[in-house]
């Protein structure tokens, strides 16, 4: 079964700096999708960022970009100039893009706090 | 479009009492999902579906059940309420297949914060 990790349980990023945060899986597959979900306060899953396994570029998204390495099994995410809206549980997932029986698979989130 | 809907938001039940959280959505979605989330926690998949008629079971099934009796609707329903169920549910859909912008993601409804006492 397909497994995300996320080795920092919480991170703290000054405004305006840059802070990346990380991201591995475990997949045999070849094709898929990784997705980097925020969640604020509010409770909303917002999506930030979505990468294609079979794009080699990484993807971004403004402020929002993306360390895909498909052979280490990697996907971090990388916020630049961070805003105090930034504040949020960051949850890398991953979900298979030929598989119809495997279903999204989140990791346990990152807690992200901006300080000003 | 309305997305994901989910009702009720807030919801506080007995021990023993049973009830469905209802979700629909009106993207026409295959897939669709209900995660639990426990405070300061990731989201745990309860039941998923590939489409009508079609359902299995995730990470922490016990004490739930769904149907999908529609392409549309997804309920859970949850069978002698236990304090263990307090949590934040969330239903999503996503399609089976796709590319591009749109097409990979799962979208969510804005949950439902249920406490059981």
């Known amino acids: 079964a397909q497994t995300v990790t996320q080795s920092q349980p919480e991170m703290s990023v000054q405004e305006a700096e840059t802070v990346t945060l990380s991201c591995t899986y475990d997949?045999?597959?070849?094709?898929?999708?990784l997705f980097w979900y925020k969640q604020p306060p509010s409770r909303q899953m917002i999506l930030v960022i979505r990468q294609e396994a079979y794009k080699q570029q990484n993807a971004t998204e403004n402020r929002f970009s993306v360390n895909f390495q498909k052979a280490a099994k990697s996907f971090s995410l990388k916020i630049s100039d961070s805003q105090l809206g930034d504040a949020a549980m960051y949850f890398c997932?991953?979900?298979?893009?030929?598989?119809?029986?495997?279903?999204?698979?989140f990791g346990k989130g990152t807690r992200l706090s901006v300080i000003a | 479009n309305a997305g994901v809907t989910q009702t009720p938001k807030f919801r506080i039940l007995k021990i023993g009492q049973s009830m469905t959280l209802q979700c629909t959505q009106d993207?026409?979605?295959?897939?669709m999902y209900w995660y639990r989330q426990d405070p300061g926690m990731g989201l745990k998949l309860i039941y998923y579906s590939v489409g009508a008629g079609i359902t299995d079971k995730g990470e922490v099934p016990n004490g739930y059940n769904v149907s999908r009796s529609t392409t549309e609707d997804f309920p859970l329903r949850l069978e002698l309420a236990a304090p263990s169920q307090t949590s934040v549910y969330f239903c999503?859909?996503?399609?089976?297949?796709?590319?591009?912008?749109?097409?990979?993601?799962?979208?969510f409804g804005q949950g439902t914060r249920l406490t059981v006492v």
């Open positions: 999503a859909s996503s399609y089976l297949y796709g590319t591009g912008e749109g097409n990979t993601e799962a979208f």
């Open positions: 997949t045999s597959e070849s094709d898929y999708y």
């Open positions: 993207m026409n979605h295959n897939y």
């Open positions: 997932a991953y979900r298979s893009a030929t598989s119809g029986n495997t279903p999204l698979v």
